[in-house]
């Protein structure tokens, strides 16, 4: 649905679009004349696609003169993508695109600036909004999602821990022949142009989302045990893959968690246990080769019960849609995105790791800027507070009071 804002201030959001266009370097995705591109206007329904361009100029030209609020291009590449029939594009590979996002992720600061609301019997709550109504059962929600540090931080870490614990270390991909760009919203898309993952089929690319996302993973296959006995040593530390990975996971959480996290995981009187013999387990997956704590009162099945409830905090939280879509629109890198204000910023693995979205993304300064905000909860962006405000005049830096109007939650003062 296309937000609903006067007249002046979709002007003003186009004419600060087109001044960041006509000033800023735009990319160009490789192969260009083979990718479709799809556009989002603002006050406008739908998306307008199935365009081309035989140039990076002609695509520059096209964002100054039409000033999309959104702007996408395909992760797969064709013969005539400028044909609206789908078959007759003709396919000829695509990119292996990878989505984070932090409406995903579940972070505790969700619970402070998050919200939703059942359209249906008005019943509303803070926090990850439910699939559906837990009064009622509707699934019509309504939900009013924000950004902060916290969940922007959890969505980078993520992207990093993807690129580097995953396509790198386990499938092989080299940095070089990957694109990681912040969405410019809540997250991060990685694309792999690799000559391997080119022609990968849609199942071959749900494979590797099921794999990532620990999708079907058994963790007694990996060395931990169902029975209350084993005679396998457990994996070790500096083991590769889901071995390594989930006893790091173990250990990482024994090592910090209090006793009422252990007994919320393991149970009253396991979880005390583990407790009381904590260096005694450390120290037993420490040793080389390591081996299984023997304790009274704990059985061998603790550690696969343990592995299994610790699996979600070692996977990657990755949209499996769009990886395995092999035509997907992407959002374009160095784009604006509508929602926000912020570029869609492209960046290599070593610039990931520092990476501040309000500073590094930020397409219209920080000059002091006055609006009139509507709602904004109190919320933590680029380590300062701001919030919560409610039909005020508020003095703002111009980039999050960019943030406000675009996402609808703020209007000009004359306007």
């Known amino acids: 649905m296309a937000l609903k804002l006067k007249v002046e201030v979709r002007d003003f959001i186009k004419d600060s679009f087109r001044s960041y266009y006509s000033s800023s370097f735009i990319e160009a995705p490789s192969d260009i004349s083979r990718r479709e591109f799809g556009f989002i206007f603002i006050g406008q329904e739908g998306m307008r696609r199935h365009l081309s361009f035989k140039s990076l100029e002609d695509l520059r030209r096209f964002l100054i003169s039409e000033v999309p609020l959104h702007a996408y291009f395909s992760s797969a590449y064709y013969d005539f993508p400028d044909v609206e029939d789908m078959d007759g594009k003709v396919w000829r590979g695509a990119d292996l695109v990878f989505d984070i996002d932090a409406d995903h992720i579940p972070t505790p600061c969700k619970e402070v600036h998050d919200s939703w609301r059942c359209l249906d019997c008005g019943f509303s709550s803070k926090g990850m909004a439910p699939t559906e109504c837990p009064n009622c059962s509707s699934r019509r929600i309504e939900t009013d999602y924000w950004f902060c540090d916290l969940c922007l931080d959890a969505a980078r870490d993520e992207a990093f821990r993807l690129v580097e614990e995953f396509l790198v270390s386990e499938f092989g991909f080299s940095i070089k022949d990957m694109i990681i760009v912040f969405s410019g919203h809540r997250g991060y898309h990685i694309h792999v142009r690799d000559k391997t993952a080119f022609e990968l089929s849609i199942e071959a690319r749900r494979e590797i989302t099921d794999y990532i996302r620990g999708i079907g993973l058994s963790v007694e296959l990996h060395g931990f045990p169902s029975k209350s006995s084993s005679d396998i040593p457990p994996p070790s530390l500096s083991d590769f893959g889901w071995r390594g990975r989930l006893i790091r996971a173990i250990y990482d959480f024994i090592c910090s968690a209090s006793l009422s996290d252990l007994k919320l995981i393991l149970g009253e009187r396991i979880g005390r246990i583990v407790y009381e ?69 492209s960046m290599s693995i070593g610039f990931l790791d520092n990476f501040q979205p309000i500073f590094d993304a930020s397409a219209f300064g920080f000059e002091d800027f006055k609006i009139h905000v509507f709602h904004m909860p109190k919320i933590l962006i680029g380590g300062n507070f701001y919030g919560p405000y409610r039909d005020e005049d508020v003095l703002l830096p111009k980039t999050i009071a960019m943030y406000l109007i675009c996402r609808g939650s703020a209007t000009l003062l004359n306007g």
């Open 277 to 345: 013999n904590r260096s005694l387990i450390l120290s037993s997956f420490e040793s080389s080769p390591p081996k299984w704590p023997i304790i009274n009162g704990l059985s061998m099945k603790v550690w696969g019960k343990l592995a299994s409830k610790l699996l979600d905090r070692v996977v990657i939280h990755i949209d499996e849609r769009v990886t395995s879509d092999i035509k997907r629109l992407m959002r374009l890198p160095s784009s604006i995105h509508g929602k926000t204000g912020l570029i869609a910023k």
